[in-house]
């Protein structure tokens, strides 16, 4: 019935949708990381000896 595939198009539609908003998740999370590690990484090769007396 066209009811039905009315539905169908529009689960199609949804389940794109949520593709591409976990694809746009997983882009911010990937950036996050990257952000993270390069404040982590600040002082790395600026000749920087760190010790630790234990």
Same mark, same amino acid.
């Given at each position: 019935t066209p009811e039905e595939s009315e539905d169908e198009s529009n689960d199609e539609e949804d389940q794109e949708l949520r593709l591409s /908003? /976990?694809?746009r998740i997983q882009e911010e999370e990937e950036e996050d990381a990257d952000e993270l590690?390069?404040?982590?990484n600040i002082n790395q090769g600026r000749g920087l000896q760190v010790t630790q007396n234990v």
């Open positions: /908003e /976990e694809a590690y390069r404040d982590v």
